[in-house]
């Protein structure tokens, strides 16, 4: 399935069991989308910067919601316990969604954590792709350049050409 050009309209319950609608998130301002998990590396690897992305742009109007879509049973890191976990270690203080039905991985066809999206004020997608060129061991650096130029863009109201960096990370079908 190819992900829509506008946001999916789901409802998820977050981390304390509150339904939270992906739409009302970020009624005018852009969204970022991150499919991440507490037992994949390469979402070990960016959290902390994510975190900071998160807030330096929460600042200009952006809002951003992580997805956990997870097997619990399959990967115990990805409890509501570790996930908490991981929030509190990142500094993320943005939402953090569960979708064990992976409804919403169906709806955007995400294929891997992290797996970014962009969507501007009008729920348009403008972005998918990697946070920046860093993997776990690859010694780039960690500084979330490809999310940071697509956000930038999308504040100017000028469009996202795809990123150049692959993005990479664990499965989640």
């Known amino acids: 399935m190819t992900p829509s ?3 999916p309209d789901l409802t998820l319950s977050d981390l304390a069991g509150t339904p939270t609608s992906l739409r009302a998130l970020s009624p005018n301002g852009p ?27 929460a600042r200009r109007g952006v809002t951003v919601v992580a997805i956990c879509s997870s097997d619990a049973g399959t990967y115990p890191e990805d409890t ?39 969507f501007t004020g009008g729920a348009e997608l403008a972005y998918r792709g990697a946070f920046d060129a860093s993997t776990p061991g690859n010694g780039a650096v960690v500084d979330g350049a490809e999310l940071r130029r697509a956000l930038d863009l999308v504040l100017e109201g000028a469009p ?7 993005m990479i990370g664990c499965s989640i079908r």
């Open 5 to 7: 050009l506008v946001l």
């Open 31 to 57: 969204l970022v989308v991150v499919f991440a998990a507490n037992h994949c590396k390469y979402v070990s690897n960016i959290e902390a910067e994510l975190g900071q992305v998160a807030n330096e742009y």
């Open 80 to 118: 509501i316990a570790g996930l908490t976990a991981q929030a509190a270690r990142a500094g993320w203080e943005f939402p953090y969604l569960l979708d064990p039905e992976q409804r919403a991985v169906d709806a955007f066809d995400a294929a891997c954590t992290p797996d970014i999206f962009v």
């Open 160 to 166: 996202v050409p795809p990123s150049s960096v692959r």
